[in-house]
Nanobody, 122 residues
Framework: QVQLVESGGGLVQAGGSLRLSCAASGRTFSSRAAGWFRRAPGKEREFVATITWNGGTTYYADSVKGRFTISRDNAKNTVYLQMNSLKPEDTAVYYC???????????????WGQGTQVTVSS
């Protein structure tokens, strides 16, 4: 069993930055891939970024590539999402998830956090 708790969301002006954290409990987290997804009001959940268990490989949605960076610290059982040059269209609830594969498909992730709200004002 893995529990995930996101933090770091908030209100920021366009062009600003936020750093999301996802703290995991459970001994298996360091051997699992992790991902960030988001759901904007009235929209489907969408993939943001993912990282392999050792941090060696990362993948990003085209919409965030070059602006967002996913990273992890397995000693702290934490995965991060550094978000720069934020745009109003980045407004969403952001969720972290963990599973066996670094995938853009949410069905590959077994465990999910409760989410943290990110609001970008114009």
């Amino acid at each position: 069993q893995v529990q995930l708790v996101e933090s770091g969301g908030g209100l920021v002006q366009a062009g600003g930055s936020l750093r999301l954290s996802c703290a995991a409990s459970g001994r298996t987290f360091s051997s699992r891939a992790a991902g960030w997804f988001r759901r904007a009001p009235g929209k489907e959940r969408e993939f943001v970024a993912t990282i392999t268990w050792n941090g060696g490989t990362t993948y990003y949605a085209d919409s965030v590539k070059g602006r967002f960076t996913i990273s992890r610290d397995n000693a702290k059982n934490t995965v991060y999402l550094q978000m720069n040059s934020l745009k109003p269209e980045d407004t969403a609830v952001y969720y972290c998830a963990t599973g066996p594969l670094a995938s853009a498909d949410g069905v590959e992730y077994r465990y999910w956090g409760q989410g943290t709200q990110v609001t970008v004002s114009s």
